[in-house]
């Protein structure tokens, strides 16, 4: 069987057991989600064991740390897999909860009914936990799923799909609810994206050049997660104490992530009290400098940024620093260069800050706290399926809600159109 002809038959076994899904009770679905919990947690081994090959490859290979440490299942992140499917599980099922409703003069009630969006395929970069959330997420909102992750997470991926199946097959109920396209072959995207009559709507979650390739490929509408070029401004009334620790969280805990801070705004006011031991605490953690002229003059061993840098989405140690002329050139320049994804402003200004929060144009804006919260799972939404940076059809963290669409309902006793 061609690879086109397999894409096809995944997309029309997914269409036809959709409609199985979109009429389980919210019972069936959260036992099915503890289920699929306990399996992982039960194969924990097998799936280090499996995530090990997929490691030693990507090193092999001379990937980043930034890419290997995105890559790995430990024994923490493997235990953080199954308790976000039970946190899945509690959620409140969006599916048939009726919205609004209202009386027209002739009687009519009208109302929206959320129903699943039906079919979603998600395409993603070497994270093997987007594996298991996007599959409990699209599950809980009752959506059937085809999974493409990247080939460099291929092992880890298949044990964890099969593991999910398993559930499913434990509890009677069609496996093919959840699909992962199991070959590396980039033709397989391809002929995916084709399928506008079996697939809804298509997720890609990863870096700026697959989510281009998809959005110009794909005859599916997409909902695009574009890069993170997140910002912290250190705004002159901010609590300087509080903005080294928030800073150095958004950049250092976990860089390589897209709520990561990639550019370091400070207020020219406070720059020469606040950067010098800013930066130095940032070279002890072996993070690389890039400053405009100004952050250079204050600090020494800052590297010249370039026009580029401040649109760069580093996903790695490195930082881009610069020194402004207060909020409104702040407020410019992450409206500018940013990417919407989130952005913080470190202040004890109430003015400031609301300002800030008005006049920013992205997904989550933040008051006197780190970037790095921009997530699902802190956000309370269980997981995530990704962090949409544009306005339709959802926008920011992406959980069960946020995958579902609506009906009309309308209730009459017999009105006819006059």
Same mark, same amino acid.
């Given at each position: ?17 959709s409609k199985v899904l979109a009429n389980l009770s919210s019972k069936e ?44 299942? #430990? ?30 003069? #002739? ?21 093997? #936990? ?9 599950f809980k909102s009752g959506n059937a799923v085809i999974l493409k992750g ?205 300002? &800030? ?21 802190? &956000? ?27 009906? &009309? ?10």
């Open positions: 069987m061609s690879i086109k002809e397999q894409m096809v038959q995944m997309a029309k076994e997914a269409k036809s057991v679905k959260d036992e099915a989600l503890q289920k699929m919990s306990s399996l992982i947690q039960e194969n924990r081994e097998k799936i280090k064991e499996e995530n090990k090959k997929d490691v030693e490859k990507a090193k092999i290979k001379g990937l980043s740390s930034a890419f290997i440490d995105r890559l790995t299942l #430990n024994e923490k992140r493997i235990q953080r897999l199954s308790f976000s499917l039970e946190e899945i599980a509690k959620l409140e099922d969006p599916i048939g909860k009726i919205k609004s409703m209202w009386k027209r003069p #002739n009687g009519l009630l009208i109302g929206k009914l959320v129903v699943p969006l039906g079919v979603i395929g998600i395409i993603y970069e070497s994270r093997p #936990n987007v594996t298991v959330e996007a599959a409990g997420l699209c990247g080939s460099e997470a291929i092992n880890s991926n298949i044990v964890l799909v099969d593991i999910l199946r398993q559930a499913l097959k434990d509890l009677n109920l069609p496996q093919n609810i959840i699909q992962l396209i199991r070959t590396t072959s980039r033709e397989a995207v391809g002929e995916l994206l084709k399928l506008n009559e079996y697939i809804d709507v298509i997720i890609p979650r990863g870096g700026e050049s697959l989510i281009q390739a998809v959005t110009e490929n794909s005859t599916i509408p997409v909902i695009k997660h574009y890069k993170g070029v997140c910002h912290t401004f250190v705004e002159k009334d901010a609590d300087l104490k509080m903005a080294e620790e928030i800073c150095f969280n958004a950049k250092v805990q976990r860089p390589g992530v897209c709520n990561a801070m990639e550019t370091l705004l400070v207020d020219k006011k406070i720059a020469k009290q606040f950067l010098p031991k800013m930066v130095e605490r940032f070279k002890q953690a072996g993070v690389e400098i890039r400053g405009d002229e100004l952050a250079q003059s204050m600090v020494g061993g800052i590297k010249k940024a370039t026009e580029q840098d401040w649109f760069r989405e580093y996903l790695d140690l490195i930082l881009s620093v610069k020194i402004v002329d207060g909020i409104e050139e702040a407020i410019y320049h992450i409206n500018h260069y940013g990417s919407g994804h989130s952005d913080a402003i470190v202040t004890q200004n109430y003015d400031k800050a609301r300002k &800030f929060l008005q006049e920013v144009d992205s997904a989550a804006v933040y008051v006197n706290a780190s970037t790095r919260f921009t997530d699902g799972g802190e &956000f309370g939404l269980g997981a995530e399926i990704g962090i949409s940076t544009q306005k339709l059809h959802a926008r920011g963290p992406m959980g069960a809600a946020e995958l579902t669409s609506y009906k &009309f309902i309308i209730l009459g006793e017999g009105q006819i159109r006059t």
